[in-house]
């Protein structure tokens, strides 16, 4: 069981017996999962690779139970939105659906070498308000690309399955509203933008100040919140 007791309200994560050291997939935390192509190459050519990647999904899942609460596919990249359940789950989940997909990647293409740019990134994230604004940020990847008109005709995404009774998605913790098609396709402000390109960007917790202060602490990422550049003199 995960040593990880979450107090929603009062923004604090407790521990029980864990030691301060980095933990990169600890369980009952969601987590914003991202990996690109190598060299920003584009990785899905065709329709027939999202759908390989999406039954891997299933497959992962079918190994080891991952609760997925959204994803999106792009040409050459990806998003999830993952909840794991125990410490080291997330981890070796990914590492299966990593190697999976590179392998079956290789034997259609007849290829080899790196597939993807390193080791995927993943994103603690806090599971209110924050959370929705993660998935809707990651459902609005192809509407903010200019790929279709209304981010809902994008196949290779999670809101297409919005509304649906039977999908891989797993129900999270935080319902989404009954107005979500219409909440995706409106753009998110640029305070949300930026908040989320910083998690990104510098490898950090996305909450509010207090949960996002204590959980770097507990995961060993304070490091990611400290400021860039040079002190000031």
Known sequence: MSPFSLDRDAGRVYVVGMPRTAR????GICYHVINRGNAGAVVFRDDAEYQEFEKLLGQACHRLPMPILGYCLMPNHFHLVLWPREDGDLSRWMQWLLTAHVRRHHKRHGTFGHIW???????????DRHLLTVLRYVERNPLRANLVPEAQQWRWSSLRWFGWQRSMLAAGPVDRPDDWLELV?????????????SSIQRGSPFGGRTWTRTTAELLGLETSLRPRGRPAS
């Open 185 to 197: 396709n409106q753009p998110q402000n640029e305070a949300e933008l930026a908040a989320i390109r």
């Open 117 to 127: 740019q390193g080791r995927f990134r993943a994103f603690p994230v806090q599971d």
């Open 24 to 27: 990169a997939s600890a369980g």
